[in-house]
């Protein structure tokens, strides 16, 4: 409980028609007002001594309540600090997420020069070769024109190793529109390669954009309503609660949508169930707070929550998985594992120590 000198002082200086709140009397000479709800009373009504008052008077920087405001100050104060605490904590997360959107713009930006290099390297090289077809083309009709002549020249001359200078004349201009035709599809071939890998690494990208706030929680147990609206509500109702247990200050209105992976009743155990968030924000948030869900109801304990991966990433994450498992039975003295960590595309094997049961 404190006081401010600015409310205290005495009837012979201060004209006020406030009354005591505590005897209904006009103020005396040691007086003091409540700075919440303003409200005047004796020191002595309040058990205030007059040594306690003078020091209250001396002190700049001390504030003074009433006992029922006082009683509902500490009550809010708490909460306050909590409040505050939990701006601090997004704003930092909010920093956080904006330094990662500005190095995925950057990387997006990158990976959109590199594609339109490519595709310009392609054209060219698609220039160069219509211009090689032509000059073979000409080429070509030059050798043909000319084994034409000198054919005719040799048949009309009549001599018999002109025929086999014509048959070798002929064999060596095969060879040599194989030859060309072999390179040009060589050619042709790579640029195809160049053209399919620029545009499988562009459509692995917008796939993993569209993937970015999404996570998978396993082993979620399914509605057995027949209605897909119905099982749709309760597996929504399930991820509120879920966040809500994970205290990150999320809510129904940072889920755009749920979705089941799989066709209903085709298996006997619960299929995956997709949550894709608002924004890379919410996201994050939840990703961090998972170790809080071994001190979460029995429900919620058994999940298993996941980044929604690519078909690539996912493929590299069996691999890490297969050599990490690998590693842990190679493991001689028992008290190490190895595990996969880290987000899509940044997965690596962790060296951990067993949980001692």
């Not at 034409?148 to 014509?166: I, L, P, Q, S």
């Not at 060589?186 to 569209?210: G, I, P, T, Y």
């Not at 509500?233 to 991820?239: N, P, Q, S, V």
Request: net charge positive.
């Amino acid at each position: 409980m404190s006081k401010n000198k600015s409310k205290t002082g005495s009837v012979g200086n201060v004209e006020t028609e406030d009354k005591c709140a505590a005897c209904n009397k006009i103020p005396g000479d040691n007086w003091l007002s409540c700075e919440i709800c303003d409200k005047w009373y004796h020191a002595k009504c309040v058990n205030i001594k007059d040594e306690a008052y003078k020091v209250m008077q001396e002190v700049v920087t001390c504030h003074w309540f009433c006992e029922s405001c006082n009683n509902k100050v500490g009550k809010i104060f708490p909460n306050l600090v909590n409040l505050h605490e939990r701006m601090n904590n997004n704003e930092k997360a909010i920093a956080k997420v904006e330094n990662e959107v500005e190095k995925t713009n950057g990387h997006v930006i990158k990976l959109k020069s590199d594609v339109n290099k490519i595709s310009n390297e392609l054209n060219g090289f698609k220039i160069e070769m219509d211009t090689q077809l032509r000059e073979v083309r000409k080429e070509m009709a030059d050798v043909i024109t000319v084994t034409k002549a000198e054919t005719k020249t040799m048949v009309d001359m009549g001599k018999t190793e002109n025929d086999n200078y014509a048959s070798k004349l002929r064999i060596d201009i095969d060879k040599k529109i194989d030859d060309k035709i072999i390179s040009v599809s060589s050619e042709v071939d790579n640029m195809n390669k160049a053209v399919e890998s620029a545009r499988a690494l562009a459509a692995e990208e917008q796939d993993k954009e569209s993937r970015r706030c999404n996570i998978i929680l396993h082993r979620v147990q399914e509605s057995e309503a027949e209605n897909a609206d119905e099982r749709n509500i309760h597996d929504k109702r399930f991820c509120v609660q879920f966040l809500t247990g994970l205290n990150v200050g999320l809510s129904e209105d940072d889920i755009r949508k749920t979705v089941r992976l799989g066709r209903f009743g085709q298996t006997s155990a619960p299929r995956p169930l997709l949550v894709q968030f608002e924004n890379r924000l919410a996201k994050n948030l939840t990703m961090e707070s998972l170790f809080k869900i071994r001190h979460m109801e029995a429900k919620f304990k058994s999940i298993i929550v996941t980044h929604d991966m690519t078909k690539m990433e996912r493929e590299e994450c069996k691999t890490l998985v297969e050599r990490a498992k690998a590693q842990t039975r190679m493991e001689q003295s028992g008290e190490w594992m190895y595990q996969v960590r880290g987000p899509p595309s940044k997965m690596v094997i962790v060296k951990m120590r067993k949980r001692q049961t």
